[in-house]
């Protein structure tokens, strides 16, 4: 069976800090993999989308960047940290070509201080 | 995509069943809905989707009204473990952006001893 992993699971960073947060997919091959970002109290917001290797489409301009640099990895980054980027880190999965089922890591936690 | 609207929130008794509304008045023919859930600090849980008919799986049914203007998800017998927020969520078959879901701010369903 397929399983979604991320990693850490919460985190605390100074602003101006960089980051990165990591998924990895099992049981799978050529996912489309997403990030999304939930803010405190608010609707899931999509990043990032990533067809295959190095195919990456950003939705949202900002100072975050997404990478996926094997089949079932794809990482989040951002050079320096920004307040706003505080929030619920969630990645997902759905089989390429499909139904638009998509499944959820567990998230990570960002609090940026 | 289509708008959906849902109550901000609802109460069930554990044991009861749960029956959450969801209105998709502009939904398009080829439209499917959605339907998944968060619980506190987790990533989003598929639950179950449909087109036309009536679904049925492990977890809850869907039952979508003639016109497809709207729809029910109905958890038979709701435990204290469905308390979540219920995200109902229309979409073509993969849509846009390869396949992305919109969350809305979904329905905060509280299930009481």
């Known amino acids: 069976s397929q399983t979604i992993h991320q990693w850490p699971a919460t985190l605390v960073q100074p602003v101006g800090s960089p980051l990165s947060l990591e998924c990895t997919v099992e049981?799978?091959?050529?996912?489309?993999l997403y990030w999304y970002r939930q803010a405190a109290g608010r609707g899931l917001q999509l990043l990032f989308y990533?067809?295959?290797?190095?195919?990456i489409s950003s939705e949202v301009p900002q100072n975050l960047s997404a990478s996926r640099p094997q089949d079932r990895q794809f990482i989040l980054s951002s050079k320096k940290l920004l307040l706003s980027d505080s929030g619920f880190y969630l990645c997902?999965?759905?089989?390429?070509?499909?139904?638009?089922?998509?499944?959820f890591g567990p998230g990570t936690r960002l609090t940026v201080l | 995509d289509a708008k959906t609207t849902q109550p901000t929130s609802m109460d069930c008794a554990e044991g009861r069943a749960a029956n959450l509304p969801c209105n998709h008045s502009?939904?398009?023919?080829?439209?499917?809905v959605y339907w998944y859930r968060q619980i506190h600090s987790q990533g989003p849980q598929y639950i179950i989707h449909?087109?036309?008919n009536n679904e049925t799986n492990e977890m809850a049914s869907l039952i979508i009204t003639e016109d497809r203007k709207s729809s029910t998800l109905i958890l038979p017998h709701a435990t204290l473990r469905d308390t979540a927020v219920y995200y109902c969520?229309?979409?073509?078959?993969?849509?846009?952006?390869?396949?992305?879901?919109?969350f809305g701010k979904g329905t905060k369903l509280s299930v009481k001893p």
């Open positions: 997902a999965w759905r089989l390429a070509g499909s139904s638009d089922t998509q499944y």
């Open positions: 049981g799978t091959s050529n996912p489309n």
């Open positions: 990533s067809v295959g290797i190095g195919q």
């Open positions: 502009t939904i398009s023919g080829n439209e499917y």
């Open positions: 449909g087109l036309k």
């Open positions: 969520i229309v979409r073509p078959p993969r849509g846009g952006s390869q396949g992305n879901l919109i």
